[in-house]
């Protein structure tokens, strides 16, 4: 086995390891915790697990396990790169699926949040009514199943690359743009993850 190979199944074994547990707990959020505090919305808002009611905030499994899942995919990603692609879009899923979920997860569920939280609590900074606080909760269910699947896809592809044959054959050398696009890309990555933990 030589060292590309060890250092991307060593990537591939974080992401398998923490990507089940996230799947699970992705479930248990939505089916459970999500389950509870929309289920008779606006008065089951007041089980939204925020504020002193709840010490410990969810966000405290799931940053540390998507940063983890985050850093396994792309880590896999960059050290499986000249790998054929009959190889590494396996390697793509983990990587690309867990970035666009915590884009998704900036740009959709923290407003949601602090909105329906507000709501919840009758707090001055409470912006919504009645009728758009149970729109908003039928929303936000729905697009944490889109979350549940991508992480599941995202566990999955991980899994079965670790699961597979580490092809002998290499792809050829990248062109010049196409290494600089993917260093913008790399840099990119690395300024939205220190900006989202900048904001927890």
């Known amino acids: 086995m030589g ?3 060890r250092i991307t199944r060593a990537f591939l074994w974080m992401a398998v390891l923490v990507g089940g547990p996230l799947v699970g707990a992705k479930l248990f959020d939505l089916l459970v915790l999500a389950g509870a505090w929309s289920a008779y919305v606006p008065q089951s808002l007041s089980m939204m697990p925020y504020g002193k009611a709840w ?3 969810t966000g405290a499994f799931f940053i540390p396990f998507s940063a ?3 850093i396994g995919g792309f880590g896999s990603l960059i050290t499986g790169w000249k790998t054929p692609w009959r190889y590494r879009w396996l390697l793509c899923i983990p990587s690309v699926g867990i ?3 915590l884009v998704l997860t900036v740009v959709e569920f923290w407003p949601m949040n602090a909105a329906l939280y507000y709501h919840g609590i009758h707090s001055a900074k409470d912006t919504i009514t009645d009728a758009q606080s149970v729109a908003m909760a039928r929303r936000w269910v729905k697009l944490d199943w889109v979350r549940v699947a991508g ?3 995202a566990f999955v592809a991980a899994l079965r690359a670790l699961t597979l044959r580490w092809p002998e054959d290499e792809v050829a050398k990248d062109p010049p743009i196409v290494r600089i696009a993917l260093l913008l890309i790399l840099v990119a990555v690395i300024l939205f993850v220190i900006w989202f933990v900048s904001k927890i």
Do not use: S
Request: net charge negative; aromatic share 0%; charged share 20%.
């Open 151 to 153: 992480a599941a896809a």
């Open 68 to 70: 983890a899942m985050l």
């Open 3 to 5: 060292g590309r190979e």
């Open 99 to 101: 970035l666009v979920l």
């Open 55 to 57: 010490p410990v905030d």
